[in-house]
Each structure stands twice: as structure tokens, then as C-alpha cells.
């Protein structure tokens, strides 16, 4: 401790620090200081300061509070906590944040305990308040890196009634530990372990997926009203055998799920908080329910000046699907010229190896911020989406799919090597590029996730297959062209309808397992309720389909013990 240091007063109800913030009372302590109420003289409004002392200092801490400074100024929104300023003192340095008036998720949850526990709509408003600040947290690139109760505050409404959750402290735990270089194997660094996912506690890190880890152990603990021990599992036994109150019982499937999604020892399984939703049915009026999907994200669409004059390098086609050519898919185009041909030839602007797109198959040509996709008298066709005919020329637009034979390709704005670029590549190795749905390898896994749900919920689970049917089958495996086209149309309607009969909240658990098949997994519903389902599905998704081609399916029920696995196929 500095000399200057020794001789300051103690921090006590009105110290003035900086000639500025009158010191009110202390909020509390932490691992890097403590967080007092202040006046602010300058603004006449009360903020909340936090003070890093110097006997709690680590080197990198003064980069550590900067970072966290431009962080938490970069995430606008009404359930994450504001931060001001960042200032010297005499005190050490000082973080000025927004003073939220409330308490702590951690207190908040012992007050409930004592009257009973929460309700199932106090729940839903606290917890989609929750999810919703960190998931903006996540929008930037950002981690919290040390979510938990304590760091939650809970307001209250004028008349005294339950107000909104708001997320604060973010940034500190993630760049303390990049500043102090974590190993493997080390202990775990900055967050609190009780909250930590299996990975941080084994090689420490902070992450997107362990922010979602801590936010279902946030939600599990106002379930139960009590804090977990560090590495606590609650998925290792049924539910109903490990919470105190109840709230569970005025919740819907999906709600339930995505706690237990977020509880995953697997980061791949777990939700993104972006997509998690908590909402009371009664509340919802005509509005059609909104299911977060994970998507190809196209970019941002180019400004208006890119239809005024052509820009190279704005746009890219991205390859999504190629039935010869697995190893293409992902490849990423820039389209630096305004006119632009694609074919197997060597002598093409575009050179792909799909053995079903001709020698020179397309042109394409930028017209008025729109591409203009001409076949150049291909054999195998050029098309488009819900239509099953060839086209001779095919407006694409930002975002907009176009095949090529066997060759599907999306408008994209990002750069190769980029960000988008990369999440792209990430969609693509999870996803089949015709149909959106879980690849096999990704299903089985997801599936295994649906199985330990519906056990730990005691909960029926149906899994729904689904193939297209036609006269090419009784000759070839292999699928027509346009067999491709109606495949990609009934699987993404079979799984959007399947959504809206269930009033699903997250989006059901889909996969392709074969050339013209795919299952749908369905946890809640009765044996008999599922069969109606998909019998309702299958004729409403039959109108769809173009003549000669059938939609047919099966149902199998998942019981405790059995592979679930076993099921995605039809017996012989």
C-alpha cells in the first residue's frame, strides 16, 4: 500500500471522492473491491461506484477496468446495468455505474423462499429479463464471464410489485483472465466455480457457452432456492426429486427444456441465449409465435449506394449444397466483376466441381443492386425456390438461394476468411445445405439430448419419420432434381407446421437421415395427440408437393432404457 494511500480517510458515509461522488453507503464487497452508493454532485443523480483497492489489485487490472468500461458501453439495453465513466482516485481507480434500486437475484430468491417460492409468471418475467441481457451481452462479441445471482438486481415496481432483472459486472472475469495468461489444467479463473459449466471448471476460460451454463444454474437455483455446489449436476437426477417449490408445475415443455438445455455437460447442445424465450400462453393474442431458428445469416444487406453503381468485392455467393462435391460446400466467392460466369470449365470467372453443373452453366449479371442469374443452355437446369421448373433467368437478391444442377448457392456480404465466413463454415458442418435440418452425426447427438430430457422430465417422447416417395425410388437411390427441390420444400414446412401445432417456444429437434428422409422429435405430447399431429402435418404438406411424389410416415415412441437412436430408422 502506497504512503498516499495510508493517509486518506476511511471510506465512510460522506467521504467525497474526486471532489465529485459523495459516498452514501456501501452496497458491497467483492473479489476486486467494493461498490458503494454515491451522490453525484456534477449530475445530482445517485450512482453506484466501484472501487478497486490497491490491496486487492492484480497486474492487468487497470486494462482490465478499461476493457470493461468500452464493453458495457457497447451493450445498450434495458436489462443490462449502464457504466458511466472510469476514473482515477486516490482510493484507486473507479467504475461509475448506473444505480439500479433493488437487490440481488441472490437476496431477491431468499425473500421468496420464505414466502413460498416464486410463481410461474414471476419466473418467466425474471428469467426472460435475464436471458434477454445477457443475450445482448453475447450480440457483441462479448462474454459476462462471471453470471450469477449475486450479479442480477431485481427492482421493484412504485407500488411495490415485482419490477424487471438487470444484469451487471460483466467483462471483468474474461479479461483479468486473458491479462494473467491461463494454462490448462490451472484452477478456474475470475467467476464464481458454484455457477462455472464443467469445461471452465476443468481448464478455466470464459465463454458464450459458460455464460449459458451460469444462466441455467441462475434459473435452476430460483426453481430450488439453493446455491449449487461447484460441478453441481442437476440433470444427474429426474427433476421433480431435486426442486423445493413447484414453479416447473405452471410452465410449458419448452420453458423446462431450455433450463435443461442450458445445464448441457456438452457446449454444443446448449441454447444460445438469443433463443431462449419465457413467455405465459394466456398473455398471447393473435400474434403467430415467433421460433428462433439457428439460420444461415446472409449479412447486412448492402446499402442503397450499391444500387446506384457497381462495387466490387460487396457480395459473394457462398456454397451451401453439392451432391458430388461435400468438400466445396463453404467455399465462399467474391463477386468483383459485374459480370460473372459459372461452370466446370477451366475458362469460367466461377469454376466448380459439381459434376451436375455444365461446362459453362450460368451467367450472372448485376442489374440495378440485383443479380441477374441467365442459364447459358445448361443440361441439368438452373432453379429457385417453391417452384419445381427450370428457369431461363432468375433475379437474385440478397440472402436469396439459386441452384445450379445439383448446386445450391446463397447472396451473401461477407468477405472470405471473415466472421460471417466462419459462422457460415460452422452452419454448414452442423447442418445439411438443402434442408436446414440437423445433419445425421449432429441429430443422433441431439437426439441423445432429447432422450435424458424426456426421462428427467417424465415426459413422452415421439419420434416422427418422414420420407418422399416416388417412382425414381423403385430404380435408384439417388435422388431426381426435382425430387431435391420438393425434399428441401416439405422438410421445411413439415417442421415449421410441427412448431406451430405445438406452440413451441424453442424449435423442435430435426434431422435429415437419408437421401428423402428426416425425423422430427417431439417431447410432451400423448401417443395418440402425436399421431393425430403428424397425420395433420403430412395432408397439409401433401398439397404442397408436385404429382407422382408422396409424403409418408411413421411414428416411434421412446421408451426409458432404449437407444434412442434405434428409432430414427424405419424397420424393415
Not at 334 to 359: C, F, H, Q, W, Y
Request: aromatic share 6%; charged share 25%; hydrophobic share 40%.
Amino acid at each position: 500500500m502506497s504512503d498516499a494511500s495510508r493517509n486518506l480517510a476511511p471510506l465512510v458515509m460522506g467521504t467525497v471522492i474526486n471532489d465529485r461522488y459523495e459516498i452514501r453507503q456501501s452496497l458491497g464487497k467483492g473479489g476486486m473491491g467494493e461498490v458503494f452508493l454515491a451522490y453525484d454532485r456534477a449530475t445530482q443523480q445517485p450512482v453506484a461506484l466501484k472501487i478497486v483497492r490497491e490491496e486487492s489489485r492484480m497486474p492487468g487490472d487497470d486494462e482490465a477496468l478499461r476493457q470493461e468500461l468500452l464493453h458495457a458501453r457497447s451493450v445498450s439495453h434495458p436489462n443490462v446495468c449502464r457504466v458511466h465513466d472510469l476514473s482515477p482516485s486516490g482510493y484507486g481507480p473507479i467504475l461509475v455505474m448506473e444505480h439500479i434500486t433493488g437487490q440481488t437475484l441472490h437476496t431477491h430468491i431468499r425473500r421468496k423462499k420464505a414466502q413460498g417460492g416464486y410463481t410461474s409468471d414471476e419466473f418467466r418475467r425474471l428469467a426472460h429479463d435475464i436471458a434477454s441481457g445477457v443475450a445482448a451481452i453475447h450480440a457483441q462479441g462479448l462474454v459476462h464471464g462471471d453470471l450469477k445471482p449475486g450479479n442480477v438486481m431485481v427492482t421493484s415496481d412504485p407500488d411495490g410489485g415485482l419490477g424487471k432483472a438487470m444484469v451487471l459486472d460483466f467483462g471483468f472475469a474474461k479479461e483479468r483472465a486473458r491479462v494473467i495468461g491461463r494454462r490448462p489444467g490451472a484452477p478456474p479463473d475470475g467467476g464464481t466455480p458454484n455457477y462455472m459449466a464443467p469445461e471452465r471448471i476443468r481448464s478455466g476460460g470464459a465463454s458464450a457457452e459458460d455464460d449459458v451454463y451460469a444462466l441455467g444454474l441462475t434459473l435452476w437455483e430460483m426453481w430450488t432456492c439453493r446455491v449449487p455446489e461447484p460441478g453441481y449436476k442437476p440433470r444427474a437426477k429426474p427433476m421433480r426429486a431435486q426442486i423445493m417449490f413447484d414453479v416447473p408445475a405452471g410452465l410449458s415443455i419448452d420453458e423446462i427444456k431450455q433450463v435443461f438445455r442450458c445445464l448441457s455437460d456438452d457446449p454444443t447442445q446448449r441454447l444460445p441465449a438469443r433463443h431462449m424465450r419465457f413467455f405465459n400462453p394466456v398473455t398471447l393474442t393473435t400474434n403467430p409465435i415467433q421460433v428462433p431458428r439457428e439460420r444461415l445469416d446472409p449479412g447486412p444487406p448492402p446499402g442503397r449506394s450499391a444500387t446506384a453503381q457497381f462495387s466490387g468485392g460487396q457480395q459473394a455467393l457462398l456454397a451451401t449444397y453439392a451432391t458430388n462435391a461435400s468438400e466445396f460446400v463453404g467455399d465462399l466467392f467474391s463477386l468483383e466483376k459485374p459480370t460473372v460466369t459459372i461452370g466446370r470449365r477451366s475458362d469460367n470467372d466461377m469454376v466448380v466441381p459439381e459434376a451436375t453443373v455444365s461446362g459453362q452453366h450460368a451467367q450472372l449479371r448485376w442489374q440495378n443492386g440485383t443479380w441477374v442469374v441467365e442459364d447459358l443452355g445448361s443440361t441439368n437446369g438452373t432453379y429457385v425456390d417453391h417452384t419445381y421448373e427450370r428457369r431461363k433467368q432468375v433475379n437474385l437478391m440478397h440472402g436469396g438461394d439459386v441452384q445450379l444442377g445439383e448446386l445450391r448457392f446463397k447472396l451473401v456480404s461477407f468477405a472470405p476468411g471473415s466472421v460471417g465466413h466462419k459462422r457460415a463454415r460452422a452452419y454448414l458442418a452442423k447442418r445439411d445445405g438443402l434442408t436446414g435440418l440437423l445433419s445425421r452425426d449432429q441429430l443422433l447427438k441431439a437426439l441423445d439430448e432429447e432422450a435424458q430430457f424426456a426421462e428427467w422430465v417424465d415426459a413422452p417422447l415421439t419420434i416422427a419419420r418422414y420420407e418422399l416417395r416416388g417412382p425414381n425410388r423403385l430404380v435408384s437411390d439417388r435422388p431426381t432434381i426435382l425430387e431435391m427441390l420438393a425434399f428441401r420444400r416439405a422438410a421445411t414446412r413439415v417442421v415449421e407446421l410441427t412448431d406451430m401445432l405445438l406452440l413451441s417456444l424453442i424449435a423442435v429437434t430435426a434431422g435429415r437421415t437419408g437421401p428423402l428422409r428426416f425425423v422430427v422429435a417431439m417431447t410432451g405430447p400423448g401417443p395418440q395427440e402425436a399421431r393425430n399431429l403428424v397425420e395433420q402435418v403430412v395432408q397439409q404438406v401433401q398439397v404442397m408437393l408436385p404429382d407422382g411424389l408422396d409424403l409418408v410416415a411413421s411414428i416411434a415412441r421412446y421408451e426409458a432404457g432404449v437407444n434412442v437412436r434405434t428409432l430414427v430408422d424405419p424397420q424393415s
